[in-house]
């Protein structure tokens, strides 16, 4: 079971030998992975050495650094490669996760000129279940376990909306001026993060525990 800042440095090495230094470059906050999740370079060195440990990444070959030791060239092994493809076919379970893992996996797919749209008609298909499934629970319920389903509800409604809306964007061709996709922000995934919620982050988890 990877966590999803293995599965990230993961999918990035499968796209071409690559090293530790550039990996943790696309992840930085600034970086065109880490706009869509934060992976620090600390995590993401740990995260090589165990997709290594479990034979999903090798070294390649090593080149000369620009200012220190020589690097490890790195590659995807057949099953780190068969891994990744699985996972950027696979739609989240929880609603929770559309924030981490869904809009990573649609920044990463778009790196390889994958199209959206496939990703996204299988995340409404669950998520539409999700939310059909919170609402019988709901209508079963009475005081704060009412109020409770409610907030799941709107939660799961409310990503209906936003894939609805990705999935429009994406059959009328409207890219932003710079050519992205309408799921890329250009916004930093941690603004307005407390102390506990970058934590998180850092750990390669959501922050947002609270929603289904």
Do not use: C
């Amino acid at each position: 079971m990877l966590s999803l800042a293995e599965w990230i440095v993961l999918t990035v090495v499968d796209e071409g030998p690559t090293h530790g230094f550039a990996i943790a470059a696309l992840t930085a906050e600034d970086g065109a992975v880490g706009r869509a999740w934060h992976v620090p370079r600390p995590i993401v060195y740990r995260s090589l050495d165990r997709l290594g440990a479990l034979d999903l990444v090798r070294v390649q070959s090593s080149e000369a650094g620009h200012r220190g030791p020589r690097r490890s060239i790195l590659t995807s092994t057949p099953a780190g490669a068969q891994a990744v493809g699985e996972w950027l076919e696979r739609p989240v379970g929880h609603v929770r996760d559309m924030r981490s893992e869904l809009l990573v996996k649609l920044a990463l797919r778009l790196r390889r000129d994958l199209p959206a749209g496939p990703l996204v008609a299988a995340q409404r298909e669950t998520v539409t279940r999700v939310r059909a499934a919170i609402e019988r629970q709901r209508d079963a319920e009475t005081g704060f376990g009412r109020i409770l389903l409610t907030w799941r509800y709107e939660n799961a409604a409310a990503a209906e909306r936003f894939l609805a809306a990705i999935s429009k964007d994406g059959e009328d061709g409207e890219d932003g001026e710079d050519g992205e996709d309408a799921v890329s922000t250009g916004e930093s995934n941690d603004q307005g993060l407390g102390e506990g919620q970058h934590q998180a982050q850092a750990e390669g988890r959501d922050p947002v525990s609270e929603a289904p």
